[in-house]
C-alpha cells in the first residue's frame, strides 16, 4: 500500500495513573510489557480519531533531555491507514515540548516501520545512561532487541 500524503488527524487523550486497564488489556494482546504501565514517569495517550474512534495508544518515559518512545499500538481495525505514523509524530512533538533532544525506542520485530520514520540503529553501548536505566531497556525487552533513536533538534 503507498503511504499515504497526509497523516490521519488524531487527538491524544493522556492516561491518567489508574485508568489504564483497557491500554494494558490491549498492550497483553499484542505481546508487548505491561509490567510497568502504572509505575510513576510513564506517560500514555489514547488516540482517536476526531469522531472519537479509539484507534491505537503510545507512550514516552522523559529523561532529562532524553525521551523513550513505547508502547506503541494501533488497534487492529486501523492498521494500514498511517495512524501508527501520526502516533509516533503526536509522540515526538511531546518530546519536543518537553524538552527533549533525543528519542529512543527498542523494538523486537518493527525497525523496518521505525527506519523511514528516521530512527537509526545504535549499539547499547552508544545509549545514554538515564535511558539504559528504564526499566524496559533493563529487563523487560529482550537484549536481542535493536535500539532505535532519533535526534529532534
Given amino acids: 500500500m503507498a503511504p499515504r500524503k497526509h497523516p490521519p488527524k488524531l ?19 499484542a505481546g508487548l510489557p505491561v509490567d510497568d504501565v502504572e509505575a510513576p514517569g510513564r506517560l500514555f495517550w489514547r488516540f482517536e480519531t476526531p469522531d472519537q474512534v479509539p484507534v491505537g495508544y503510545g507512550g514516552l518515559e522523559i529523561h532529562r533531555k532524553e525521551a523513550l518512545l513505547r508502547s506503541i499500538l494501533t488497534l487492529p481495525p486501523a492498521r494500514k491507514r498511517g495512524v501508527g505514523r501520526a502516533i509516533v509524530a503526536a509522540l515526538e ?26 530512527y537509526t540503529p545504535c549499539e547499547r553501548a552508544d545509549v545514554p545512561k538515564t535511558i539504559r536505566e528504564t526499566q524496559q531497556f533493563a529487563t523487560l525487552c529482550p537484549a536481542s532487541a535493536t535500539v532505535m533513536m532519533k535526534r529532534l533538534r
Fill in 93 to 118: 512533538t511531546e518530546a519536543f515540548i518537553a524538552g527533549c533532544r533525543s528519542v529512543w525506542l527498542i523494538t523486537t520485530s518493527l525497525r523496518p516501520f521505525f527506519e523511514p520514520l528516521g
Fill in 11 to 29: 487527538i491524544g487523550h493522556p492516561l491518567p495513573f489508574g485508568e489504564r486497564t483497557a491500554l494494558s488489556r490491549a498492550l497483553a494482546k
